[in-house]
């Protein structure tokens, strides 16, 4: 097959692949002359397994990346064996430090067939779920206090400061926080609800949970002081008392 067949295919492949994958999802095509991007892209590849073997028999040489609103990315590279299809793997958020990756366990890339619409759903059933959970440990190690969500909870930690905040790993559950008066950063993927006016803060609260339970998504109010997952809580939560929270210590 010639690299233009090879290049064109796994462009179509990752477009299908974006349309299919469960959330909101764009792909875009690294071709060979983009070396810088491609170099840079290796550096961030979440895995030690098989997608590094890959890719230390094979240097990068083309990608396509598919990339959600809120951050977070997946690559798709090509198989260098005897089967038809790809590989995909998970892309570490740049925007975090690398100590926060320190005893977080890579959500490992997996091999995909020659059928993006069976693909979607082995990365959704398997990749998807250890890349969120990954992420939101990292995001929790990188900044104190927060707790981590699963892709079916959203964990919403109080702050110091009497703000409340979260990292969902659901873009839909992002877009209902967004409307509720949450702000995200668009550097850690963090979701933060001001605690100026508490009143206001407390309906959010109230009203965030029904609306995510509709989704299949469940919620639990924490204080930071706990660094173990917590446990789910109703879906519609009591009104949010004032005063300052203790922030959690940092543990590797």
Request: net charge negative.
């Amino acid at each position: 097959m010639h690299d233009h067949d090879t290049s064109e295919r796994l462009a179509s492949y990752a477009d299908v692949l974006a349309g299919e994958l469960p959330g909101t999802w764009t792909s875009s095509h690294l071709q060979p002359d983009a070396k810088d991007d491609l170099a840079e892209l290796v550096d961030h590849i979440w895995d030690l397994d098989l997608v590094a073997a890959s890719l230390a028999e094979h240097p990068l040489k083309q990608a396509a990346v598919l990339s959600r609103p809120d951050g977070a990315q997946l690559v798709l590279l090509d198989r260098h064996d005897a089967r038809d299809g790809f590989l995909i793997a998970a892309v570490a958020p740049r925007s975090l430090p690398d100590e926060a990756y320190r005893a977080v366990p890579e959500p490992h890339g997996i091999a995909l067939a020659d059928d993006p619409f069976l693909s979607a759903e082995q990365i959704a059933g398997d990749l998807l779920a250890r890349y969120y959970s990954a992420l939101a440990q990292v995001r929790h190690n990188a900044l104190d206090g927060i707790q981590p969500s699963q892709p079916d909870r959203v964990v919403l930690t109080w702050q110091p400061d009497g703000s409340v905040a979260t990292a969902p790993a659901d873009d839909r559950a992002g877009a209902i926080l967004v409307a509720h008066g949450f702000v995200q950063d668009p550097q850690s993927g963090i979701y933060r609800l001001g605690g100026d006016d508490t009143r206001a803060q407390a309906r959010a609260l109230r009203e965030i949970g029904p609306q995510l339970d509709a989704l299949g998504i469940g919620t639990a109010l924490q204080h930071p002081a706990a660094r173990t997952l917590p446990t789910y809580a109703p879906a519609s939560m009591p009104p949010v008392p004032a005063g300052p929270r203790t922030q959690a210590t940092r543990t590797r």
